[in-house]
């Protein structure tokens, strides 16, 4: 048995590859660093190329992500009227749910897309704005948040952002999106499916969580003694470990250059490389033999933070990226119609 499935191959896969030790990562073949200029939108077309149809274009998909998006909105006000003021994560499990079985791939991401700005503005009192069907996806998602054009270096390093966030292997969203899929259930249960395994703060909940250990440890009296207090009582800190990226995770890589090219968070930065080397040293002392180096959650918590976004909303903004794979994962799990039902080792009283 794998305790927690470490290493064990569940899939075949075309959607991407990791080789951690080299810190690579190739989505359809293509190294990470690359899919950034594809942009969002191509990134999906890549992503969901003969699953979703076949000659998908970066200009085809802004298209329809585009007016996906314009009609998910005619269905906003209904639904913010159920959720009220509930916190953004339940609100959109129930804007997933709402969705019908027979919904259309682009209609995930373009809903999460217009759902978020609207839920945020609706907390402030403020109406919703329209989606613009003519813009990127996140150059829209700035705009109806903050009710006006975004700053270009802002749009574009939310891009950058959901580009080289969208595939990542078997992670547990993507596994459980596999997992309903090879049932035969719709793709929209697959979906919700995986969004309620993605908000645990070990996973998609991370980047929020991750931006309140940076703010809580740059104020800390004595970093060390703040570090290994939260070491000694078992606590996870969010933004450091990873099942598979130990350490040069290209994606923040891509991350921090997006960042240093809107000439942000310079003085974040540097106190993220100080925090992961007092971790480091503490470590050595508490827990000595254990290796927890940054995460990518590190640059995306900075990155969304400095585009904007209210950290209430980054798993969610993470989401629009990630559905992306969700969506073609669950439907090359389909392709081999294969259920996936794997065993368990009995460990209960004995029996005859
Ligand atoms: N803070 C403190 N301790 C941590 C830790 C962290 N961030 N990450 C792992 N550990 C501990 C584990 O508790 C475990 O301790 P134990 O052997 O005493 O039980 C040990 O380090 C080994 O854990 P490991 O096998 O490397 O972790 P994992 O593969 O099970 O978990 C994560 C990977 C990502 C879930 C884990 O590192 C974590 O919780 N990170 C914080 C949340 C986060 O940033 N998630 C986003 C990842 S992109």
Redesign the pocket.
Known sequence: MQP?L?GVVVAETVLSHAAPERGMLWVRGRPILDVVGLGYEGTVALLWEGFVGAGLTRAGMQQALGATRVRASKQTNGWLAIVGGRPLDEAIRIRLALLPDDIEPAAIPATLAVSIPAALRARAGAPAVAPDASLPLAADVLRMLHGAPPDAAQAKALDTYLAVMAESGMGPATFTARTVASTRASLTSAVLAAWCSFTG???GG?PG??LDVLDAAAVADDLDLWLEQ??KS??????????V??GNDPRAAALRAALEQMGASAGRLQFAAHLEAHLAAVLDRV?PG?R?PA???IMAALLLDAVGIPREAFTAIFAIARSASWVAHALEQQNTGRMIRPASHYVGPAVE
């Open positions: 927690g470490e703060p070990l996973h991370a969580p991750t939260k070491l078992g606590e996870r800190i969010a933004g450091f470990g990873h099942r990226f130990r827990k254990r927890l995460n990518v959650e």
